[in-house]
């Protein structure tokens, strides 16, 4: 039998994680869907050789703990222990039934040699790789249809060491495009908490044609300059909870997705069901976004008790011609916003295409879109609306919002085009798109 590394892991590991969310709004925490599992049966990294040196290559020792953990099939899971030191290793992959559970000072470090890096074929609901067309470089942690997944520990660190990546990016020496630092697809009750994650070569974490998945107690961190580190993207995914996280990156924090024009339309995996809470965090990008890939569309999603700073947008939903799909009954509440260049932007008019083949009559439509109880300090443009001609976005409800900044007459508070709202209780007062309906219907509670 193999040797045993502690005799005991801290138990509060199972009060940390409970649960992914169910609808949105219920209730004030997510639980009940992903219950959090004791894994009696318990191995190491060190059981298959991996040392924690920073400098051995540990992609084998991976390998084969995790190979292991799947044809044991032991009843309940296994857990795979990372104990303190940094084991450095190239992609690899998860499987079903396991926890990968990080030491306080434990360190997952990805190799920075990319010559490698395995290619897997892009997202159905993309049609090719994000950034170019053709195959996609795999991500550092990736899984597909897998089914109780943990990603836990004692806030060890995940470092994804993308800087070399970046660098290729900036150099436009890339050949494929870049890997996610972790990505699960096609999977089910997954639970991701209790980690930091660092230096993400794309985007951090990417959960695709997934359902009843929670983020929950994790720091992600990269360079405000980094590009396209997104924090956390939903993409084509249901019943996801986001809480009580922080996130500095060089992109959006949270960003809901659904596909990507016409691949994304004839994919039809909507994103619903997004309760995102208590994020707290800074970038030059958007803090809470929906888009712009929203092809399959987005619907139900919650955003409450979000706290940003140093941010280009505070909330951002973005879509554009060619994107089809519907965006609606998206809530945001109790957002607090300071150092901000623009606090509100809804927009027909963002994002590239993949392709020549999009439908320019794939027209989205934007509706029921509330968002209440916002505050702002050193907001230079409170907000930005424009929609479609051909699709105006409607039910704009905004309500007790108040983003104070420098007053300029060659920039209007706000600018608004082929939208139709209502407007309460706002400051500086909205366009006149916003301020002829003044029902109470616009504003029932979430």
């Given amino acids: 039998m193999r ?41 190491s990294i060190a ?17 084969e703990a995790i190979y292991e953990i ?16 940094v084991f450095l290793t190239g992609p690899f992959n998860l499987t079903s039934h396991m926890t990968l559970y ?65 660098n290729m990016w900036r150099q436009r020496t ?27 070569p794309f985007w951090n974490i990417h959960p695709v044609y997934c359902s009843n998945v929670v983020v929950r107690y994790v720091t992600i961190l990269a360079p ?24 500095s990156t060089g992109d959006d924090l949270v960003a809901v997705k659904s596909g990507w024009d016409e691949y994304g339309i004839a994919y039809g995996r909507p994103s619903h069901g997004i309760t995102i809470r208590r994020v707290t965090g800074s970038s030059p990008f958007a803090g809470i976004a929906v888009g712009s890939e929203t092809s399959g569309g987005v619907t139900d999603v919650l ?17 554009n011609i ?36 999009f439908d320019p009559n794939a027209i989205p439509i934007v509706q029921d879109i509330k968002i209440r109880d916002v505050w702002g300090e050193q907001v230079l443009q409170p907000g930005w609306i424009r929609g479609i001609a051909k699709s105006p976005f409607t039910n704009i409800c905004l309500s007790n919002i108040h983003l104070n900044g420098p007053k300029s007459p060659r920039n209007p508070p706000w600018k608004c085009s082929d939208a139709v709202g209502a407007a309460v209780k706002v400051s500086p007062s909205p366009c006149t798109e916003l301020t002829r309906d003044q029902s109470g219907a616009c504003f029932s509670p979430f």
């Avoid at 298959?48 to 020792?61: E, I």
């Avoid at 799947?70 to 030191?85: D, E, F, V």
């Avoid at 997104?230 to 996280?245: F, M, R």
Wanted: charged share 20%; aromatic share 6%.
């Fill in 102 to 166: 990080l030491d306080k000072d434990a360190v997952i470090k990805a190799t920075q040699d990319t010559t490698n890096w395995p290619l897997i074929p892009p997202l159905p609901s993309y049609g090719r790789g994000r950034e170019l067309p053709g195959e996609r470089y795999v991500s550092f942690i990736h899984g597909d249809g897998l089914r109780d997944v943990i990603i836990t520990g004692e806030n060890g660190t995940i470092d994804g060491q993308g800087d070399v990546w970046w």
């Fill in 47 to 63: 059981d298959f050789g991996g040392v924690g040196d920073g400098k051995t290559l540990n992609t084998k020792a991976f390998m």
């Fill in 70 to 85: 799947q044809h044991l099939n032991r009843s309940g899971g296994t857990l795979l222990y990372i104990p303190a030191g």
């Fill in 322 to 357: 060619g994107r089809g799909g519907v965006i609606k009954n998206i809530s945001f509440s109790n957002v607090y916003m300071e150092k901000t260049r623009t606090g509100i932007r809804i927009a027909g008019d963002v994002g590239g295409h993949p392709d020549e083949k």
């Fill in 224 to 247: 405000t300059d980094s590009p396209n580190t997104d924090g956390i993207d939903p993409d084509s995914s249901s019943h996801v909870c986001i809480e009580d996280s922080y996130i």
């Fill in 3 to 43: 040797r045993f590394f502690r005799s005991i892991l801290p138990c509060c590991a199972a009060v940390l994680l409970l649960a992914a969310c169910s609808a949105v709004g219920e209730w004030e925490t997510c639980s009940g869907i992903v219950p959090m599992k004791e894994r009696s049966n318990r191995i």
């Fill in 174 to 200: 890339l050949q494929f495009t870049r890997p996610n630092l972790i990505e699960l697809m096609n999977s089910r009750a997954i639970i991701i908490s209790n980690v930091i994650f660092k230096n993400s």
């Fill in 303 to 319: 955003a409450e008790h979000i706290t940003l700073s140093n941010m280009g947008v505070g909330i951002h939903i973005k879509t």
